[in-house]
T-cell receptor, first 115, second 119 residues
Framework: DGGITQSPKYLFRKEGQNVTLSCEQN?????MYWYRQDPGQGLRLIYY???????QKGDIAEGYSVSREKKESFPLTVTSAQKNPTAFYLC??????????????FGEGSRLTVL | AQKVTQAQTEISVVEKEDVTLDCVYE???????LFWYKQPPSGELVFLIR??????QNEISGRYSWNFQKSTSSFNFTITASQVVDSAVYFC????????????????FGKGTHLIIQP
């Protein structure tokens, strides 16, 4: 079945460590996105990519990094510079890039807890 | 800048009651898209509906209906005869077609409404 796969589903990390969240899609979508969800805050955009080897900062990019070496993959690294990394992270994709008129397809999310 | 407001943080109703989730948006664009997503406890957001700014017709899909009113910048969502399976967090979202606000790509989400349907 086509869809978006995020891993790991749950992740614990110590302060000062970098951690990478995986996001893979087999929908052949051009655009991919990373959102962060905090209780009572809704979803906030971290980074997005409209095409391979290109990505743009979203509203809360500080302390995060991404890469887009392959169309189907858009991993997110939460660095030690991110002051409050404990959150639920959602990856999404859409058929075409640009100001989205199309729906976003979401993965099941990765819950990161910093100990 | 675009903004989506869902003033209801949490709503609790008894099964079979009707419930309306409010969504108010702000945008400078004349062409934009509005969405509703459902997030069940599993975490994955599920697409419910997309509406473009030129189509103000209300839409009904089974027990779900949406009321889009440009005059009040609202896009409200009603569940008729609610069921326990409707319990979830519901998000309203906005996308500007022309990016006149200079913001990032993707959708702008409201903070969500947690809907609890009691048996």
């Amino acid at each position: 079945d086509g869809g978006i796969t995020q891993s790991p589903k749950y992740l614990f990390r110590k302060e000062g460590q970098n951690v990478t969240l995986s996001c893979e899609q087999n929908l052949n979508h051009d655009a991919m996105y990373w959102y962060r969800q905090d209780p009572g805050q809704g979803l906030r955009l971290i980074y997005y990519s409209q095409i391979v080897n290109d990505f743009q900062k979203g509203d809360i990019a500080e302390g995060y990094s991404v890469s887009r070496e392959k169309k189907e993959s858009f991993p997110l690294t939460v660095t030690s510079a991110q002051k409050n990394p404990t959150a639920f992270y959602l990856c999404a994709s859409s058929i075409e890039a640009g100001r989205s008129s199309g729906e976003l397809f979401f993965g099941e999310g990765s819950r990161l807890t910093v100990l | 800048a675009q903004k989506v407001t869902q003033a209801q943080t949490e709503i609790s109703v008894v099964e079979k009651e009707d419930v309306t989730l409010d969504c108010v948006y702000e945008t400078r664009d004349t062409t934009y898209y509005l969405f509703w997503y459902k997030q069940p406890p599993s975490g994955e957001l599920v697409f419910l509906i997309r509406r473009n700014s030129f189509d103000e017709q209300n839409e009904i899909s089974g027990r779900y209906s949406w009321n889009f009113q440009k005059s009040t910048s609202s896009f409200n969502f009603t569940i008729t005869a609610s069921q326990v399976v409707d319990s979830a967090v519901y998000f309203c979202a906005l996308s500007e077609a022309l990016n006149s606000g200079g913001g990032a790509d993707g959708l702008t989400f409201g903070k969500g409404t947690h809907l609890i349907i009691q048996p």
